[in-house]
């Protein structure tokens, strides 16, 4: 090799290592910082892109800390050259993508259909997750599915009650009933499974609360959302009152009379 060759590839070689370095911190400053929150379950902790502070993840959550001070910067860090919001960047880099075409939806309850798909992850027992019910009532020509993703800890009947609703003769009306209040009873013998399945395949996507949606293309937003926010990420229109917008299996229902089924 020449020498005037080696140069290139040994600048190289520097600029791929300095930023791998960049994310590394060592083990005691990650033990340490991780000691002075024990009450906080911090997912990563890394050196971050601003001199002198690190980046410590929890969640869907950003904050920054000083190595040797025992302060907690929670808040956005702006480029005032651009106006970039950085700490927004790094969190949308942060959320979760899904592959809808990997999504068993063998184990949702589809209710109605549309031109958009959108898959939301519920709890019977989330009063955010009763609350988006009306809302997605509100949209148009949005096929939905709804994994049953009771979380115990929070809610300790809910599992039983989404075991209940899958054991069902008919899901959708009774995830409606049971929504609105309405007891539900288990059948004997039956294969409720795919709540469990439901349950893992949450923990794998790393969803850790309700309601959670997905969009067919991946995109994730998690907690409630007003009907007008889900159409607007959605791209298809909606109403303001659940009244004047008959729900995804009324408009199938009156589809089929139309069609003379």
């Known amino acids: 090799m020449k020498p005037r060759s080696f140069f290139p590839l040994l600048t190289t070689a520097l600029v791929v290592l300095s930023a791998q370095a960049r994310d590394m911190v060592s083990a005691d400053v990650a033990a340490s910082i991780r000691a002075s ?16 502070l690190l980046e410590i ?100 009947q809910a599992v039983e009650k989404s075991k209940a609703v899958w054991c069902a003769s008919n899901r959708l009306k009774a995830w409606d009933d049971l929504m609105a209040g309405k007891p539900t009873t288990r059948k004997v013998d039956c294969d409720a499974s795919a709540v469990d399945r439901n349950i893992e395949l949450a923990k794998t996507l790393g969803f850790r609360g309700t309601p959670v949606l997905v969009r ?29 917008a008959p729900s995804t299996t009324a408009r199938a229902a009156q589809k089929e009379r139309r069609d003379g089924k």
């Not at 989330?126 to 609350?131: E, L, N, S």
């Open 216 to 244: 067919e293309d991946g995109e994730v937003i998690e907690g409630f959302r007003p009907a007008q926010s889900i159409a607007s990420w959605l791209g298809v229109s909606w109403v303001e009152t659940v009244e004047q």
């Open 57 to 156: 993840t929890m969640g869907k959550n950003i904050a920054y800390v000083a190595h040797g001070l025992p302060y907690v910067l929670v808040g956005h860090i702006y480029d005032t050259r651009t106006g970039k919001d950085l700490t927004a960047e790094r969190a949308a880099s942060l959320q979760p993508r899904v592959t809808w075409d990997e999504l068993p939806l063998s184990d949702a309850i589809k209710r109605g259909g549309g031109s958009k798909k959108l898959a939301v992850f519920s709890d019977p027992d989330c009063p955010y997750c009763k609350r988006l019910e009306a809302e997605l009532a509100k949209l148009n020509d949005v096929e939905v599915y709804i994994f049953m993703n009771p979380i115990a800890a929070l809610h300790p």
């Open 37 to 52: 929150f024990p009450n906080t379950k911090i997912d990563s902790i890394r050196l971050s892109e601003f001199p002198g």
